[in-house]
C-alpha cells in the first residue's frame, strides 16, 4: 500500500481480526452500565473549540497543544472532541437533562488529541465512559468504583489497581496552591521547562510529571489531603468507608492529581504494571463545579472514562481474550442454476426462521471443492450442500466442518430444527 494514501498518523484502523474483542468489550460494558441504570447518550465528535477551553481549562496539555481545532466554512472555531465530559454536559445543559433530576449516563466513542503516537497513546482513540449527576454525596462515587470492579472481573482483569484521592474544594485548592508555589518556587533550577511554566499557570501538574529527574522533589512536596476543607475531608473518609465495606481494595496516592482542570474532591484512576509506561486504563472524578462555570446553576457531578485501545491491548495479553462469535454458523454452497435460485430462496427462510441464525450464501459460483474450501475459511461450523440433483427432492447435504461427523442429508423442512439446535448447542 506504500503508493496509495496513508492513513493519518495515530490513527488506527480495527481489522476484522480485531474487532470481535472490541465487540465483546462493548456488549459486556453496556451490560453492566445497564444493570447500574446508566443510559446511554450520544453526542456529536465536533464541538464548539470554546466548549472543551472553558471545561478542561486553558493550561491543560489538552487544550494548550493536543486539540485538533479548525475553521469551518461559516469562521467558527471547532474542535474534535478530545474528551466526552464536555460535551456530555453541553449536551445535558442544553437539554434540560440537569433540571431537578437525576442522571446517570455512559457513551462511548472515538476521541482526538494530537499527541505523540506511541504503544497505548493515539491520535483518535476510544473511550467508554460514564457520568452521574445531580448527586453529591460520596455513595455515588462509591457505585461508580463498583461498577468498574465488575466491569473488569467480568472481563477477567482482576489485577487493575485503584488509586484514589482527593482535591477538596477550589478554596482548599487555591491554599495548596499557594504552598505549591512556594514549596517548588525553592526548586527553580532544578525543574524543566514544563514544570517551571506549570508553576506559574498550574502548579498541581507539576506533581503529575513524568520526568524521572523531579520525582525527590515531587515526592517531597506538600500533600493535598493535609490542605483539605472539612467537609471533602469527610466526603473522602465515607468514600473510603464505603469501598472498605465492599472489599474494593484502592491505594490513596495523594500525588494523584488528573491532567484536567475540571475536577473537585474524588479523583480516582485504574492502572495496570502490564503496559509499560501508558499505565492508566481508566480515570475519572468529580467535577461539581464543571456545570456552573459553563453557565449552568450548580450541579454536581462525577464521571470517568476508560481508554478502549488500552484495555483491549491488556485483555490481548490473556490466553484466550473474550471475543464476541462472529463466524458464521453456516456456509451454503450452490452449484449450477436451479441450485442456486432454490438456494438463495432457502437461505432467506431460514434467516426467517431460526432466531440469530449466521449464514453466509456463497457467491460466484465455482466447483464444490473450491466452495468448501471458502467455507472452511470462513470459520463456518456447518456447510450446507446443494447440488442440482437435491433440488427435486427438496433434500441438502450437510457437512459438519469442525465435529470430525459424517457429512449426511437432511430434508429442506428439518433444517429449521437442526439448525436451531445447532446453534443452541454452541451455547448461544
Ligand atoms: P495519560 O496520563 O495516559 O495521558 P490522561 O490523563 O490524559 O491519560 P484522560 O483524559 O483521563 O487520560 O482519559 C481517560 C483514559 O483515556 C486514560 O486513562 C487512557 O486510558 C485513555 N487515553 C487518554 N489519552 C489517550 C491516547 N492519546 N491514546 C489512547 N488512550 C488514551
Ligand atoms: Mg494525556
Redesign the pocket.
Known amino acids: 500500500m506504500s503508493k496509495g494514501v496513508q492513513a493519518v498518523r495515530g490513527m488506527n484502523d480495527i481489522l476484522p481480526e480485531e474487532s470481535p474483542v472490541w465487540a465483546q468489550v462493548e456488549a459486556t460494558a453496556r451490560a453492566v452500565f445497564e444493570e447500574y441504570g446508566y443510559r446511554e447518550i450520544r453526542m456529536p465528535i465536533v464541538e464548539k473549540t470554546e466548549l472543551f477551553v472553558r471545561s478542561i481549562g486553558e493550561v491543560t496539555?489538552?487544550v494548550e497543544k493536543e486539540m485538533y481545532t479548525f475553521e469551518d466554512r461559516s469562521g467558527d472555531s471547532l474542535t474534535l472532541r478530545p474528551e466526552g465530559t464536555a460535551g456530555c454536559v453541553r449536551a445535558g445543559m442544553s437539554h434540560g437533562l440537569f433540571h431537578n433530576q437525576v442522571q446517570r449516563l455512559w457513551y462511548q466513542g472515538p476521541m482526538f488529541?494530537h499527541?505523540r503516537p506511541q504503544k497505548g497513546r493515539y491520535r483518535q482513540f476510544h473511550q467508554m465512559g460514564v457520568e452521574a449527576y445531580g448527586l453529591e454525596g460520596p455513595d455515588i462515587d462509591a457505585e461508580m468504583l463498583l461498577l468498574t470492579a465488575r466491569l473488569f472481573k467480568r472481563l477477567g482483569l482482576g489485577h487493575l489497581r485503584l488509586k484514589l484521592n482527593s482535591l477538596g474544594n477550589p478554596e482548599a485548592r487555591q491554599a495548596y496552591r499557594k504552598k505549591l508555589v512556594d514549596y517548588f518556587g525553592q526548586y527553580r533550577d532544578r525543574l524543566d521547562e514544563d514544570s517551571l511554566r506549570r508553576l506559574e499557570t498550574n502548579p498541581l501538574r507539576i506533581l503529575d510529571s513524568k520526568n524521572p529527574d523531579l520525582a525527590d522533589i515531587i515526592k517531597q512536596a506538600p500533600s493535598i489531603l493535609d490542605h483539605l476543607d472539612e467537609a471533602s475531608a469527610a466526603h473522602f473518609d465515607t468514600l473510603k468507608a464505603r469501598l472498605d465495606d465492599q472489599g474494593l481494595a484502592y491505594e490513596v496516592d495523594p500525588r494523584l492529581v488528573r491532567?484536567l482542570d475540571y475536577y473537585s474532591r474524588t479523583v480516582f484512576e485504574w492502572t495496570t504494571d502490564r503496559l509499560g509506561a501508558q499505565d492508566a486504563v481508566c480515570s475519572g472524578g468529580r467535577y461539581d463545579f464543571l456545570v456552573s462555570q459553563l453557565g449552568g446553576k450548580h450541579v454536581p457531578a462525577v464521571g470517568w472514562a476508560l481508554g478502549m485501545e488500552r484495555l483491549i491491548a491488556l485483555l490481548s495479553l490473556a490466553e484466550a481474550p473474550p471475543r464476541r462469535d462472529v463466524e458464521p454458523h453456516v456456509y451454503l454452497a450452490m452449484m449450477g442454476e436451479a441450485a442456486e435460485r432454490e438456494g438463495w430462496k432457502l437461505a432467506e427462510s431460514l434467516r426467517d426462521q431460526v432466531a440469530d441464525l449466521r449464514l453466509t450464501a456463497h457467491c460466484g459460483g465455482g466447483s464444490f471443492k473450491s466452495q468448501l474450501k471458502k467455507a472452511d475459511r470462513s470459520g463456518a461450523a456447518i456447510a450446507l450442500i446443494l447440488g442440482e440433483s437435491e433440488v427435486g427432492a427438496r433434500r441438502i447435504g450437510v457437512k459438519p466442518l469442525r465435529s470430525g461427523e459424517e457429512q449426511f442429508e437432511a430434508d429442506w423442512s428439518a433444517l429449521p430444527g437442526l439448525l436451531h439446535d445447532r446453534i443452541q448447542h454452541n451455547g448461544e
Open positions: 496539555d489538552v488529541r499527541e491532567g
